[in-house]
């Protein structure tokens, strides 16, 4: 079992979508909801996983290098403003102990190598319900996770809105 003091740890996978924020806020209201709180047995990591500005650029020649540094400078606003939306959740659910990486990559291998390095017991990501037409030509983030990280994967899905 993994532990950090005394306390399993559980990585959540957050972007930029309302998906991810719903699985985060899920999360904390069901594992760290009064009476728990603080005492809840686990210790969360919280990670987003920044694409390469390489990754987002889909220009070649000449060009390509003075736009980068301005794709990735773009990029890092964008992760700095989901790790604040992140850590606002945290405050608002009164989770303290909580730990925000921002690693580049593609998301897929960020989370499962954040399993490995923290040697966590549980990842929980949300899920964009595409498809099965849409998964096969995006990629499944939740899908990949759940077949090749080495713990317990909780998918988060958000509840369909009934008009």
């Not at 694409?51 to 003075?66: D, I, K, R, T, W």
């Not at 897929?108 to 949300?126: D, I």
Request: overall charge neutral.
């Amino acid at each position: 079992m993994a532990a950090v003091e005394g306390k399993e740890v559980m990585v959540v996978g957050v972007d930029d979508s309302q998906h991810s924020t719903y699985a985060l806020e899920w999360t904390f209201d069901h594992f760290f909801t009064p009476p728990l709180g603080s005492d809840s047995p686990f210790k969360v990591v919280v990670v987003y996983a920044k694409p390469f500005a390489s990754s987002v650029v889909s220009l070649a020649g000449p060009g390509v290098a003075e736009v980068l540094p301005i794709v990735d400078s773009d990029l890092k606003k964008m992760a700095a403003r989901i790790m604040g939306k992140a850590k606002e959740i945290c405050i608002s659910k009164s989770v303290s102990d909580v730990i925000f990486e921002v690693v580049e990559g593609d998301a897929r291998n960020v989370l499962c190598e954040a399993v490995e390095r923290h040697h966590a017991s549980v990842l929980v990501v949300g899920s964009h319900g595409y498809g099965a037409i849409k998964r096969v030509v995006l990629g499944s983030v939740s899908d990949y996770c759940a077949h090749q990280a080495h713990c317990t994967v909780m998918i988060v899905k958000r509840p369909k809105i009934k008009t």
